[in-house]
């Protein structure tokens, strides 16, 4: 399995950016799917997770109500949307493959259940 990342960029504070996750293979929609961010010099945090059939998502109290995941089965596809972007945002953000069956907040929120990752795009969020 192969996570592909892109659409990270530059923007200034309280702009929008769309994420992209593409994914190899053909059981994608096997899978819950999770959107996490690491800032320089801290640890890895969840961002927003999403179940197999796109009907349900988390997401972490710092994005919610900004960000919107979702997901295209027929594509692979997951996406994080972010608007009202801040500078507290910027980070590496990552895509991942959850390796659990069960879709709850904590399990979902908890980056050691994800075992694919995908390589980061760099989000930059200017004042």
């Known amino acids: 399995v192969q996570l592909q990342a892109s659409g990270g960029g530059l923007v200034q504070a309280g702009g929008s950016l769309r994420l992209s996750c593409a994914a190899s293979?053909?059981?994608?929609?096997?899978?819950?799917m999770g959107w996490f961010r690491q800032a320089a010099g801290k640890e890895r945090e969840f961002v927003a997770a999403?179940?197999?059939?796109?009907?349900?998502?988390y997401y972490a109290d710092s994005v919610k109500g900004r960000s919107t995941i979702s997901r295209d089965n027929a594509k692979n596809t997951v996406y994080l949307q972010m608007n009202s972007l801040k500078p507290e945002d910027t980070a590496v953000y990552y895509c991942?493959?959850?390796?659990?069956?069960?879709?709850?907040?904590?399990?979902?929120?908890?980056?050691?259940?994800?075992?694919?990752w995908g390589q980061g795009t760099q989000v930059t969020v200017s004042s």
């Open positions: 991942a493959r959850s390796r659990r069956s069960l879709f709850d907040y904590s399990g979902s929120s908890y980056y050691p259940n994800y075992d694919y």
């Open positions: 999403i179940n197999r059939s796109g009907s349900s998502a």
């Open positions: 293979g053909r059981t994608f929609s096997s899978y819950t």
